[in-house]
């Protein structure tokens, strides 16, 4: 069955820089979009980023353009995700998700990692 | 502030109907399909309904989906104590660009 496992997260001081890793397993990887997705505390989920299947397209959330950096391996069947500037807001469990259409982005996330909590403290 | 609005708390007894709405604009609900996740805290969110009123195989036929203009719902028929969690809908926004969220709905079996 379909698995996505994240890992990276912890405990980060603001300001510093933080990359997490999705390994994917179950389905043929490389033929299917990925996406990041975060729920902050007490809060809703927020889509990040969202990937192609071949990683050529990228879109990234107005929120974080620009602080954050989305990109994967196929090779590997991993999806990274290189965030910046980290500051107390970014606090949140990050979940990657894989796209529900075979080589295309249809934006309806049809397998969730069950997250990997990021903390942005002093 | 979530684009997408949700009720904070819904509740049913069990065997119950209940529904939970999903408000939005005609630059997201208006105009693009609506999806339902389930998610556990701790757990993996899961695909409830997608395209508005489509189940993904192996969720029952105990979840229904509607839309309507610029809302939709979620409805949950016989309700088990099991279905006693989070959900949340999810949509296309052409003004921002991106799928947005609803802030999510605490559902309560009484």
């Known amino acids: 069955q379909v698995q996505l496992v994240e890992s990276g997260g912890g405990v980060i001081q603001p300001g510093r820089s933080l990359r997490l890793s999705c390994a994917a397993s179950?389905?043929?990887?490389?033929?299917?979009?990925v996406h990041w997705v975060r729920q902050a505390p007490g809060k809703g989920l927020e889509w990040l980023a969202g990937?192609?299947?071949?990683?050529?397209?990228?879109y990234y959330a107005d929120s974080v353009k620009g602080r954050i950096t989305a990109s994967r391996d196929n090779s590997k069947n991993t999806l990274s995700l290189q965030m910046n500037s980290l500051r107390a807001e970014d606090s949140a469990v990050y979940y990657c998700a894989k796209d529900r259409t075979v080589r295309s982005l249809d934006w309806i996330f049809d397998s969730w990692g069950q997250g990997t909590l990021v903390t942005v403290s002093s | 502030q979530s684009v997408l609005t949700q009720p904070p708390s819904a509740s049913g007894t069990p065997g119950q109907r209940v529904t939970i709405s999903c408000s939005g604009s005609?630059?997201?609900?208006?105009?693009?399909?609506v999806n339902w996740y389930q998610h556990y805290p701790g757990a993996a969110p899961k695909l409830l309904i997608y395209t508005d009123n489509q189940r993904p195989s192996g969720v029952p036929d105990r979840f229904s989906g509607s839309k309507s203009g610029t809302s939709a719902s979620l409805a949950i028929s016989g309700l088990q104590s099991e279905d006693e969690t989070l959900y949340y809908c999810?949509?296309?926004?052409?003004?921002?660009?991106?799928?947005?969220f609803g802030g999510g709905t605490k559902l309560t079996v009484l």
């Open positions: 005609s630059s997201n609900i208006g105009s693009n399909t």
């Open positions: 999810a949509t296309w926004d052409d003004s921002l660009s991106g799928p947005v």
């Open positions: 179950g389905f043929t990887f490389k033929n299917y979009g």
């Open positions: 990937l192609s299947y071949d990683g050529r397209n990228k």
